[in-house]
């Protein structure tokens, strides 16, 4: 059985809940949700094993967010914004995201991008 993509989804907005029961849907991928008020040291040990952290633009931190992608290169991260149905991959990749299925695509190729390229 192949590993599943480990996508962690950062905050609390309705926006991301209504994207975590979507995806949780989806089989090969593993989903977990972590609070912006978490203990840096939780997200830090969920963030050991991801492939993707996505997060939604206007509620997290952006200092930690470039923090982030600095000191994990292994990690994808989607920046997700629903003010303009757009999603931008931190890796200077960007792509339209207007349907959970944008979505999963995206998830699914960088996932396996990740997976190949470790």
């Known amino acids: 059985?192949?590993?599943?993509?480990?996508v962690i989804l950062y905050g609390s907005s309705l926006f991301l809940s209504g994207i975590e029961r979507s995806l949780r849907a989806e089989p090969?991928?593993?989903i977990v949700q972590i609070q912006l008020d978490a203990p840096d040291e939780?997200?830090?040990?969920?963030?050991?094993?991801?492939?993707?952290?996505?997060?939604?633009?206007?509620?997290?931190s952006p200092e930690l967010?470039?923090?982030?992608?600095?000191?994990?290169?292994?990690?994808?991260?989607l920046a997700l914004d629903?003010?303009?149905?757009?999603?931008m991959v931190?890796?200077?990749h960007k792509s339209g995201a207007?349907?959970?299925g944008d979505l999963?695509?995206?998830?699914?190729?960088?996932g396996e991008l990740l997976t190949i390229g470790s």
């Open 1 to 6: 059985m192949e590993k599943p993509i480990r």
């Open 98 to 100: 207007r349907t959970i």
């Open 28 to 30: 090969g991928l593993e």
């Open 42 to 60: 939780c997200l830090l040990r969920e963030l050991m094993d991801a492939n993707l952290l996505a997060f939604d633009i206007h509620e997290a």
């Open 90 to 92: 931190l890796s200077n």
């Open 65 to 77: 967010m470039l923090a982030l992608f600095k000191e994990t290169p292994q990690l994808a991260l």
């Open 104 to 110: 999963i695509q995206v998830i699914r190729k960088h």
């Open 82 to 87: 629903p003010e303009s149905d757009r999603l």
